[in-house]
């Protein structure tokens, strides 16, 4: 499983996460240019194949509108800690692995 963290999300999380789930990059560590625009995620997410970690909805609409892939995990939590999104993230683990698994293009986390 490879996990792309949207510009909201913090970089941090990349070296808890990628030990439980494999890959796991932030948008602001790859080849995309700085700041990406949301359209730039989606494409190097989908040539990529990861699945997106976001708390913006804007990739709702693109997966309404283009479909999946790229799969999207939305958080609907707000503004949250670090460690907060770590322990939400890891609690959600197993139904991260169906999304990534099944024919599933989105996981909405309240």
């Known amino acids: 499983m490879k996990l792309l963290l949207d ?3 913090s970089w941090r999380l990349c070296s808890v996460l990628a030990p439980r789930f494999g890959e ?3 948008v602001n560590k790859t080849i995309l240019p700085f700041p990406a625009t ?7 997410a989908k040539e ?10 804007d990739f709702l609409n693109f997966l309404q509108t283009k479909g999946y892939p ?15 999104a770590e322990k939400i993230l890891l609690q959600a683990k197993p139904s991260i692995e169906e999304l990534d698994s099944k024919d599933l293009g989105l996981l909405e986390i309240w």
């Not at 990529?48 to 909805?57: E, G, L, M």
């Not at 939590?77 to 907060?84: A, C, L, P, R």
């Open 48 to 57: 990529n194949n990861y699945i997106i970690v976001t708390q913006d909805a």
């Open 7 to 9: 510009a909201n999300i």
């Open 38 to 44: 949301d359209t730039q995620i989606w494409n190097h």
């Open 24 to 26: 796991c990059a932030h």
């Open 70 to 84: 790229p799969k999207i995990i939305l958080l609907h939590t707000g503004n949250i800690s670090t460690k907060e």
